[in-house]
């Protein structure tokens, strides 16, 4: 919950003082032609309302009224491993996040590291997303934003994600599974393909493909700071007004 | 995010308008002596002040500065089943709503209905518990406090509690066995007593009381107001400034 501090209505109050100050000295000189008397008459306005001034803010800000919330959004990255969405996603978490958006970044990465006993079968990915869409869901009743990055390799998962959220956009973020190979700097593709790695979406597990997304990003095409404009565009125009 | 309307804007600038240009008007008349003037003066500054205002609050609006946060708590109520941890918890989170604070209110009830494959075994609860610590961490990243209701009947469960969330004030809402069977309306003590319920804290599973609870709420001598205020006292002096 924003809070104004003393400080700022302080501050308030000597910003305003100055504009209105030499206001009124202009009116009254322009009434009564009288430059000195004037001033003097400004000088006195000044110091008394910069006091009423600093209580006028003290009051309105314990009044709620006329403050408003952004609608809060989720954008939702889904694709192959090694596509890009980490990368993309943090690229348009920081930008958000410096336009004053109040956003969360949720990374498969981190959560996976915290609950390690989630494993990678159909059911336990569908279930471990539908956390996360909870999670998502309980940020956004608190009026924060979610910038979320899983394979999320399923179409189940993925509606859990447009059911569980509010304004959902689902990204999808599209490469070759070659061309993943390719940047596989990680060395998880390698392994994958000897086996040393369980239900491998792109080798040894589908990835169904967006059926209905709301952006696609090729990767192939696209640079990443395309990627996080088009991204940001999208959601200025949509949620942010 | 909270932002401010024009709407709000304006409004203020209308009640500051009108204390500020009595006081204009009877500074004009003290220096100049004549109470026509002075209300022409009055008048031609409120037109053009009122404009003004509106700019200026505009602008401020944009800047960040000055605008604090509450520092976010973690209220958890840890007691036996029946022991009323959730109508004290409930009680809890309307009064600091009321109070205009951003607060998430989360009962084991409607978690375990989204997640109903959750069982009760030690591992299985403490796992639960892991998450909605998890869950709590992340809205208090953004600035929004927790009222939770959970039996959460192990030492474990409750220092990931302690360690994964800002402000934890753990509430041991204490009640006898033989007290919470008799308030048993929903009949789940009489269910574990024959068997039909297994792990049920209190019958067929141990609850570890907390050694070092920041408040204990004995629930058979004191009512659920009094119980409420006493929580409610403690997030006031402690959190809220």
């Known amino acids: 919950m924003f809070k104004e501090t003393n400080l700022r209505s302080i501050a308030k109050g000597i910003s305003w003082r100055f504009f ?16 000195d008397l004037a001033i003097a008459a400004g000088i006195a306005e000044a110091l ?5 001034y600093w209580i006028h803010e003290r009051v309105w800000q314990r009044l709620r ?3 408003k919330m952004i ?27 410096s336009m004053g958006i109040l956003v969360e970044r949720i990374d498969s990465r981190d959560v996976r590291k915290l609950f390690p006993e ?3 079968t159909r059911e336990e990915r569908n279930r471990h997303i539908k956390r996360i869409a909870h999670l998502v869901g309980t940020l956004q009743k608190n009026y924060v934003s979610a910038v979320c990055s899983f394979v999320s390799p399923y179409v ?10 509010k304004n959902p956009v689902i990204v999808y973020v599209k490469a070759s599974v070659e061309t993943c190979m390719k940047r596989d700097y990680k060395g998880v593709y390698e392994k994958a393909l000897k086996g040393e790695i369980k239900n491998f979406t792109g080798i040894s597990d589908i990835y169904e493909e967006p059926i209905d997304p709301d952006i696609v990003i ?8 395309e990627a996080v404009d088009m991204v940001v565009k999208y959601i200025k125009s949509k949620y942010i007004k």
Chains 1, 2 share one sequence.
């Open 20 to 35: 209105a100050t030499t206001t009124t000295i202009i009116i009254v000189y322009i009434f009564f032609g009288k430059l």
């Open 48 to 52: 008394s309302k910069i006091i009423l």
């Open 65 to 67: 009224w006329g403050k």
């Open 71 to 97: 609608e809060p959004f989720n954008i939702w990255f889904t694709g192959l491993p090694l596509s890009g969405k980490t990368t993309i996603a943090d690229g348009v978490y920081k930008k958000l996040k």
């Open 118 to 120: 989630v494993g990678f």
């Open 156 to 165: 189940e998962s993925r509606d859990y994600v447009r059911k569980m959220t």
């Open 218 to 225: 090729d990767t192939e095409k696209t640079s990443i700071d």
